[in-house]
Structure formats: C-alpha cells, structure tokens
C-alpha cells in the first residue's frame, strides 16, 4: 500500500470512530472527511450556517460556532500539512448534544512540530481566566511573529477565547514523519 493510501485509510479509520462515537450520544450535524480546496471550505461554511440555523441555537452561541467552524476550517486549509504526493488529508465534524455543540478537526503534521504545537495549547489551556487569555492574545498580535505559512499564530487563541472552553487535542503516529492532529472545541449552547 502508497504512503498515500495508508494516511487515507487512517484517517478514515479515525474520522469513522469520531462519527461513530459522536453519533452514539450527540446529533452529528456536519461531518468530512477528504482533501480540502478553497471551494470545498465555502461548501461546508454554507453547511454549517445552514444546520446550525436549523437547530434553533440562540444567536450568540450561534455565532460563535459559525466563527469557530470557520477559523477551524480556514486553518487546516492554510496550515495543514501534505503527504509524499502533495495531498492534504483533513476531516471536520460538527455535533450537538442539547446544551453544546463541538467542532472536531483533524490535519496531517510533521512529527518535528508536534512539540512546539503541543507547547503552544498547553500554553492556551493553561489561563484560568478569559481576560488573561485575551492578554496573551494581545500580546501575541503585538509581537506580530508570522510563520512561514503567513499566520501569526493567532487560530488556536481565538477559537479557545471564541469558545471560552480549554481545547481538547491529540497527535497519532502514522510514520516517522507524520502526524494525524486533531482538535476539539466545545461551545456551550443554553
């Protein structure tokens, strides 16, 4: 089996356990699993806006999904990585169970990067209090430190401040050089 098919079949193993497991409790809303280009973003925005205005959610729970899903989204597209054949490999799943609702996404990483990721979460997580995650923030804008990919590193500290729930992640090894990424987060919706 190609390198290639081996990272879609463990991410279509892993993505098949998230909507399995979600759908034994919560009400999956929006689920992907594939390759990510700018018009398949704009596909599942408008998917996300449509079912989320379906479940009747209170408007500011409401748009503070709507932002999340699309940050969420826009980041995996700018910053995910690519296998050996330039494929990017991405899923996104959107639930609700009565009073939150989650965004779950998942992008191929370099082994090497994992640390400085890891590093920077747990650096997210830590603040106990919103204004002192809004402090990091602003002190992360003013230092303007770009990555090599354009960001400033500013995606993970928005959807944690957005969400005003610690993010949930984790890193599974599918070859010495990659990676499956995956990340959580939780909006309240009552």
Partial sequence: MSQTGTIETFF????????ASASSGDKVLVSFNGVLSQEQV????????????EEGIPKGPLKKIFFISVETLQNMLIHGNRDHEGKQHNFFILAKNGVKTTMTSANLVQNKNIEGLEKQIT???????????????????????????GGAGLGFITIAMKSGNKLAYGFEKINDDTSLFWLMSTVATE
């Fill in 12 to 19: 279509a193993n892993k993505f098949g356990d998230l909507v």
């Fill in 123 to 149: 650096r997210i997580n830590s603040f106990a209090e919103p204004a002192e995650l809004k402090q990091y923030y602003m002190e992360h804008l003013e230092n303007n430190q770009l990555s090599e990919k």
């Fill in 42 to 53: 704009s596909k599942l925005e408008s998917e996300v806006e449509t079912k989320i205005n």
